[in-house]
């Protein structure tokens, strides 16, 4: 079940209900905000559903803020998330996506699942350092695009999200802007968790990082 986190962030961001906000911390890596010609919406899970879903909510939202993005899945084949990439091969992609007009990517990861046998969350923390995935290429390769069985899950899960947008006409060591960290706890409402997040990850990056 550990091993089947990615697609989890879709079901579990929904699920948390309304109340309460996912984002934890954020930082603004580049120290600056601009504007991007257009965005890439990328959500790393082999689940085609799954990732239609949770990339569509958040280029709407984008949208609804002035700021032009696209889903990756009519851009970027699913096989293509692989835990291993090649330097050629990350530069073939960025490639393409400049011809294709894009100067900003945005890569979703589900980097930390913590598994209880009763409803009571224990207490871990997952350290927040943001230079540690200060290359597109790096961050888009490192997770592995796994699926996720939710008959499985058994107890109740915390998950932590990770959102970094990339600025792709700049050299890899230097193109991080922006990072976020959510908090997904035992979620149960996919729908509803989903367009939360989806709207805390706009309004953040409005905030901080993009101009419209």
Partial sequence: MIKNFVIIWFYTILL???GSSYLRESTNVSNIKKQYDKIL???HTKDKVARIRAEGLVVKELGLRGVKAESSVDVIKTENFSQEMSE???ETLISQLLDAG????LITNVINTEQYKDVIPGGSN???QAPQYGRFGLYYSYYPATSWEPDRIVASVDYTVESCLYDITMAQKDNLQWVGRFKLKNPEDIKEA???YSKELSDAL???SIMP
């Fill in 206 to 208: 409005l905030e901080q």
């Fill in 194 to 196: 989903i367009a939360q």
């Fill in 16 to 18: 948390m209900g309304c």
């Fill in 41 to 43: 919406v990328v959500a």
């Fill in 102 to 105: 894009f100067s900003g990517v």
């Fill in 88 to 90: 050629k091969e990350i």
């Fill in 126 to 128: 997952v350290e927040y």
